[in-house]
């Protein structure tokens, strides 16, 4: 029978490095999952920052709503209503003429400059 040697020294290393390699697995899948939290963190933060600013953009309209000022607004322009001392004018247009035409001005797009094309695909989310 042949006369094998067994080294407890390597074997401990080897052993050692295999844990270690099972280790850094296990890290890297944690990081992984970590990461897909945060996105949906930001996320979920982003949705209830939206929800907080519908929020009081609704209780801002509902308390302007029951103001003073919006009930003349709207005696003034949806119900046609008029103050006392107040006259009444109703342009018209002269017969046969068409109505003026007023173009709005397309707004000109600035260029972006090289660099900050690259930073946008690198840095950007």
């Known amino acids: 029978m042949p006369n094998i040697s067994i080294n407890f020294r390597r074997i401990a290393i080897l ?12 890290f890297n899948s944690r990081l ?15 949705i209830a920052t939206q929800s907080t600013q519908t929020q009081i953009a609704q ?22 209503y008029m103050k006392d001392g107040e006259q009444v004018v109703i342009p018209v247009g002269e017969p046969g003429s068409e109505p003026a035409v007023i173009s709005t001005p397309v707004p ?18």
């Open 108 to 125: 000109i797009p600035t260029p972006m400059q090289n660099w900050e094309v690259w930073w946008g695909l690198f840095f950007d989310k």
């Open 59 to 80: 209780q801002t309209q509902v308390a302007y709503a029951g103001s003073d000022a919006a009930v003349e607004e709207w005696a003034r322009t949806d119900g046609h």
């Open 15 to 26: 052993a050692g490095i295999f844990i270690l390699f099972l280790m850094v697995i296990e």
């Open 32 to 46: 992984t999952a970590l990461n897909e939290l945060n996105e949906r963190l930001d996320e979920v933060r982003a």
